[in-house]
């Protein structure tokens, strides 16, 4: 099956700090990406859809400016977390996947953040 | 009202019992509909997808209701490696594709 990664797997970082999170399709082309995160004992919630060459579509409730995404490739999608605080420790994954109502989704293997 | 519901358990059952998963939808232009599963601290990975017909992958069954918009799993003869959670996932495509997940099932086989 196809094969999504994410860098890093683990953030530890002082509150305040910026970080960024990758994503990448390794063995196919995706035009749309998206974002989750997930709390412990929650269930995944989509916080945006990242469309390679244009603007990503944030779910209501979830901050643009607080969470950035950039899609610059079609293997390629970034989320950074700006100035992050405690509340913003969590699971993030990202998925890709095609454009059909039937392409499966393939995950990340998704990045734990903490933030001190 | 939740876009996708479904009962978050724990569903505690012994090997080899029969088990099901309900999942409930809101949205009717709804289009694709699929199980995943997730194992603790682990991303999802695809179970299955779901078809009108109704499917079928070996002890795995999975159905689709449209009239009541509801999707179900069962699950026969539990081994201990079907502990999970399991995450009813409902597709649309409009302007844009939105993937919605169920807050999921957990399930854990005892011995």
């Known amino acids: 099956g196809a094969v999504v990664s994410q860098h890093p797997s683990w953030v530890i970082c002082k509150s305040g700090t910026s970080v960024k999170i990758e994503c990448r399709s390794l063995?196919?082309?995706?035009?749309?990406m998206f974002w989750y995160r997930q709390f412990p004992k929650q269930s995944l919630m989509l916080m945006a859809t990242s469309n390679e060459g244009s603007k990503a579509t944030y779910e209501q409730g979830v901050e643009k400016d607080k969470f950035l995404i950039n899609h610059a490739s079609l293997t390629l999608s970034t989320l950074t977390v700006t100035s992050a605080h405690p509340e913003d420790s969590s699971f993030y994954i990202c998925s890709a996947g095609g454009q059909g109502a039937w392409e499966t989704q393939y995950f990340g293997p998704g990045t734990r953040l903490l933030v001190l | 009202r939740k876009e996708v519901e479904q009962d978050p358990g724990p569903f505690n059952v012994p090997e080899g019992a029969t088990v099901a998963f309900n999942c409930t939808y809101s949205n009717s232009a709804s289009q694709s509909f699929f199980w995943y599963r997730q194992d603790c601290r682990k991303e999802p990975k695809l179970l299955m997808s779901v078809y009108s017909s109704g499917n079928e992958d070996g002890r795995f069954t999975a159905q689709l209701n449209r009239a009541s918009q509801y999707i179900s799993l069962l699950i026969r003869d539990s081994k201990l490696s079907d502990s999970a959670t399991y995450l009813c996932v409902v597709n649309v495509l409009g302007g844009y594709q939105k993937v919605t997940f169920g807050t999921g099932t957990k399930l854990q086989v005892i011995p």
């Open positions: 063995d196919f082309q995706a035009t749309t």
